[in-house]
Structures are given as structure tokens and as C-alpha cells.
């Protein structure tokens, strides 16, 4: 199993940012990641997708305790984005805004 954990993003995706292009995460786990940045940045602590990028989340991935100091803990999907996540992965206990 792949795994990122532990990171920090400046404004967007702690672990995984996409911007207009396709990713696939395949039996991938994502946790204790973090974005932060003053106003409205930190978006998506695990994952962020933006301008017409579209993610995968498949074989029994997790993305899990990943925190934004905005929005969206776990996973961020705008700007026309697609975010699938199959019914075998997990996506649980993640924090937006940073909340303890």
C-alpha cells in the first residue's frame, strides 16, 4: 500500500493537488496531512482538485485525520473537478478548519 502522511501544503491539497489534469490513487492511504494559509487558502488537507482535474480514489484506499485551516479536511473538489471514490475506500475523520 502507498502512503503519504505527515505533510504540509501552503494553501491547497496537503498530499495530493491536482489542477486540470487526472490522477488515480490505487489502494493509497492518506493521512495526517495538513494545508493552511491565511484567508481563504487551506483547502483540502488530503486532497484538493481544482479547474477540470479529475481523481480516482479506488482499491480500498483511505484518506483519513487530514486537516485544512479553511475547508474541506479530507477532500476539496471545485472548478468543474470530479472526485470519484469507490464503494471499497474510505474517507472518515478528517478536520476542517482545524477544529480539536
Known sequence: ???S?????ISYGGAVFAVNETA????CTIKGNRSSA??????GG???ALSAATITV???SIVTANLASFDDGGIKNSGGSTITVSADSVVSNNM?????
Open 1 to 3: 500500500m502507498n502512503q
Open 5 to 9: 502522511s505527515s505533510t504540509a501544503a
Open 24 to 27: 488515480t490513487l490505487s489502494g
Open 38 to 43: 491565511a484567508a481563504s487558502g487551506g483547502l
Open 46 to 48: 488530503g486532497i484538493s
Open 58 to 60: 479506488n482499491k480500498a
Open 96 to 100: 476542517p478548519n482545524d477544529q480539536n
